[in-house]
């Protein structure tokens, strides 16, 4: 990979810059938020390297860092359900990216629903009483057992 990103210059060469120079975090992320291209519905919140990021840019396909593997890993390389990316933007600061995608299979969650974003919080709790998740789409797009090969955690 042969991709570089621009040094970070000023506040406002940054902000109001043209050149892509990413703010990655302590471990060397920005978070990224892949939205349905059709619907605007939010699919996944993930984290990207600098090297996912690059390999996002020049292949148009979503490429994700795993925090908890520590692993490069390409959004549907087991499952099949590829993302292709649309459209992708930055944030002000630059170090939060959104991509907007074309979600291919059942949808983008690991757990077989088509967001990750699956259920609601109630609001108007005191914080002295437990919050009871709301269901919002606990249909399953897919059985992810026989897309993973194994239960889902």
């Not at 490069?72 to 990316?85: A, D, F, I, P, T």
């Not at 170090?95 to 949808?107: C, H, L, N, T």
Request: proline residues 2%; glycine residues 10%.
């Amino acid at each position: 990979m042969t991709f570089t990103f621009s040094e970070r210059g000023s506040t406002h060469e940054i902000e109001e810059g043209a050149k892509l120079a990413p703010k990655f975090d302590a471990d060397g992320l920005v978070t990224c938020v892949a939205t349905d291209a059709n619907s605007g519905d939010v699919l996944m919140v993930a984290h990207m390297n600098a090297e996912a990021l690059a390999r996002t840019i020049e292949s148009g396909e979503a490429w994700y860092y795993s925090r908890s593997r520590r692993a490069l890993w390409r959004k549907g390389e087991s499952s099949g359900h590829v993302q292709r990316v649309t459209e992708m933007r930055i944030d002000c600061d630059q170090d939060a990216v959104w991509i907007k995608v074309e979600q291919a299979g059942g949808g983008a969650c690991h757990t077989g629903r088509r967001s990750c974003f699956y259920r609601g919080v109630p609001l108007g709790k005191a914080s002295d009483q437990s919050v009871v998740l709301q269901f919002r789409e606990a249909e399953k797009a897919f059985d992810p057992a026989k897309v993973y090969g194994t239960k889902a955690d």
